[in-house]
């Protein structure tokens, strides 16, 4: 008999076009006090849900990702930087796709660019398929509309396997039964509102954070929620519970933490999709994350790399 072939971790959410530009700022601008950027790299990558797939997909792990992409040139730079390593999953794009521009100098961000946008049509039949037979769900929501167009479907897939959903301020709530839903500490700040997270005490202490994520899983009626911060680690909290766990990061982690909550939240829906506990998802999430900040993060020209893939 043959094996059955195994379900993939299927990706939800919105991609962007990153560009990072490096170079060496020596000088202003003759015609404004503005430091000049002699551009010695120039680099263009997935970003948001794309690279939560591409993490994802490098686990060793079958990856769909169900996004939204267009006829424009950043979109077909995302499909290239992709495929074969992540299965593509197309909702239409009405405009073009996010692009956004970090220019750098001396390894220091000057300014960041934004520009292009659309807004994403109705999910085929294709991609309510992918979500049936996902293994488990990750929802990265950059708060573009992909996950609203698909919330029906995810709130029927979180009841029947683990989903993860990495919140975005701008975009959708987490549906109700989510395994673990994933802010960081500023956007679980956001999510709550100013007279809302005011609690006693320090408002950064780990108790605190403790607290907010509480309030979210209460919230969003989800199983846990995982507060990230930084190089600090994590704190997963429970709904209607005062004890949150503490996961500190094993190592101070230097580096450019671009792209390092994609990579938490990727992380934990694997280990969940395995089988995990939800603790367990989030202590290896907290190292992987810290591991990828100290490789460089997104920008690691190595990760880009497709002979690194494992497929």
């Not at 006090?33 to 120039?42: I, M």
């Not at 509309?145 to 709530?173: C, F, M, Y």
């Not at 450019?256 to 938490?264: K, L, N, R």
Request: hydrophobic share 45%.
């Amino acid at each position: 008999m043959t094996a059955a072939a195994p379900r993939p971790l299927v990706v939800v959410g919105d991609v962007l076009l990153d560009q990072d530009i490096d170079g060496a700022a020596t000088r202003l601008a003759p015609d404004a006090p503005a430091p000049v950027v002699d551009v010695d790299v120039d680099r263009s990558r997935p970003g948001g849900a794309g690279l939560a797939a591409m993490l994802a997909a490098r686990q060793g792990r079958e990856v769909v990702l169900v996004t939204a992409l267009g006829d424009d040139a950043a979109s077909q730079t995302v499909r290239n930087a992709l495929t074969p390593g992540v299965e593509l999953v197309e909702l239409p794009l009405d405009g073009t796709l996010p692009v956004k521009t970090r220019i750098r100098a001396g390894g220091r961000p000057l300014v960041r660019v934004d520009r292009g946008g659309g807004t994403p049509g109705n999910p085929g039949a294709d991609a309510l398929a992918a979500l049936r037979d996902a293994r488990a769900v990750l929802v990265a929501d950059y708060g573009r509309g992909t996950a609203a167009a698909l919330r029906q479907q995810l709130g029927a897939a979180a009841r029947r396997v683990p989903l993860v959903w990495d919140p975005h301020p701008r975009g959708e709530q987490p549906v109700p039964g989510a395994r673990l839903a994933t802010p960081s500490a500023a956007e679980a700040r956001a999510l709550l509102g100013a007279a809302r997270h005011a609690l006693s005490g320090d408002a950064d202490s780990l108790h605190a954070h403790g607290g907010r994520g509480a309030r979210l899983a209460e919230r969003w009626r989800a199983a846990a929620v995982a507060v990230t911060l930084g190089e600090r680690g994590a704190v997963l909290a429970l709904p209607h519970s005062e004890n949150p766990m503490y996961v500190p990061a094993p190592h101070r982690a230097q580096g450019d933490p671009c792209g390092a909550g994609d990579c938490f939240a990727a992380t934990a829906a694997g280990a969940l999709a395995d089988g995990a506990l939800p603790e367990e998802a989030v202590q290896l999430a907290v190292a992987e994350a810290a591991e990828f900040v100290t490789a460089g993060g997104a920008g690691n020209p190595a990760l880009w790399d497709r002979s690194l893939i494992q497929i």
